[in-house]
């Protein structure tokens, strides 16, 4: 996957070189043509002409037929103006598609192994009070395994995304799990998130936008612990570790955001039907944040597409 992402990486850099290349050939030219225009009736030519109106009457008539070019020249130079408009949009342009690519991108997890996992580089810098988990999810027709898990040091199951034997996909917070009543095994992409809140915990489920069930209870008035591992494939029985093959995610998943507070369903529907897109505060889906291992596919992939 390394191969995927050097090579994508590389030719959209190409597509940027020559995109700048074909920019500075058109401005180039343009600067051309206004020399062009200057020269054969130059700034002189008009003192000249001013200079013979101020002797002459009738020299309305002069000075108009002398307007034109001044005129032209003033629009090619507002011309010049949008063409380095233009560049520079392209430019801004081209970082913002640069910085979208880095988040349009999928990971695959062909086989259920115990070695293939993601490792997100980031970690919860306080405890958390509230949290809302968002990902792109496509699920094999079988059991889809652990998509996310979150441990801390002393709680391997703080906070887990996981559906394994004959149970539907579960939530667990400190191994205390509820049901999420999700339909993900038709081999399509679907957008999930869950929100949860320590007060009372409140928790819901959404699927492609729609709240799927809800509940309390949930590890009511418990914050999440800061400063566990992210995994994602893989369900860990200790920090970072020990996997299990049989509870090993097999699937694909992409635009993965975790932010420490809850979102409206209508951020959620938003998200889901592609009309926004929202960035987590703790976890932010990127290239450069997720750490793939053992053979995990990536791909260029925009679910918004
Ligand atoms: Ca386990």
């Known amino acids: 996957m390394q191969n995927t ?38 700034d002189n030519e008009d003192d000249d002409v001013d200079h013979h109106d101020g002797q002459r009457d009738g020299n309305d008539n002069r000075h108009a037929e002398g307007s034109p070019p001044a005129a032209h020249h003033s629009q090619d130079r507002s011309t010049t103006r949008d063409e380095l408009d233009k560049v520079l ?6 970082s913002r598609t640069r910085s979208k690519s880095s988040r349009s991108f999928q990971i695959g997890f062909p086989m259920r192994t115990n070695y293939m996992y993601s490792r997100v580089k980031r970690t919860v810098n306080r405890e958390m009070y ?4 968002c990902m792109w999810l496509k699920g094999g027709a079988s059991g889809i395994g652990t998509p996310f898990s979150y441990s801390v040091p002393g709680q391997a199951n703080e906070l887990v995304l ?9 939530l667990l917070i400190k ?13 399509k992409w679907h957008h999930m998130c869950v929100t949860w809140l320590a ?26 612990k800061p400063g566990g591992v992210f ?23 992409s635009d993965l955001q ?40 990536k791909y260029p992939f925009d679910p918004c597409h």
Request: include cysteine; hydrophobic fraction near 35%; glycine fraction near 10%.
């Open 89 to 94: 949009k392209k430019l801004t342009h081209g």
């Open 130 to 133: 509230a949290m809302t988990l």
């Open 175 to 187: 191994d205390t799990a509820v049901i999420l009543p999700l339909s993900l095994h038709d081999g």
């Open 199 to 224: 007060r009372d915990g409140i928790w819901e489920v959404y699927q492609d936008g729609a709240k799927r069930g809800s509940g309390e209870n949930l590890n009511a008035w418990q914050p999440i």
């Open 258 to 297: 975790l932010w420490s507070h809850t979102l409206t369903h209508h951020d959620i529907y938003s998200l889901a039907s592609c009309h926004g897109h929202m960035t987590g505060d703790i976890i932010s889906w990127a290239e450069s944040v997720v750490e793939l291992h053992g053979g995990i596919t």
């Open 5 to 42: 992402s050097t090579a994508y990486s590389v030719s959209l850099k190409e597509l940027l070189r020559r995109k700048i290349a074909a920019l500075e050939q058109r401005l180039l030219h343009h600067t051309e043509s206004i020399d062009d225009v200057n020269h054969p009736h130059g």
């Open 231 to 253: 995994i994602l494939g893989q369900e860990q029985d200790s920090l970072g570790g020990r996997f299990d093959a049989t509870q090993a995610f097999v699937g694909e998943i």
């Open 162 to 170: 996981i559906e394994w034997g004959d149970k539907p996909m579960e």
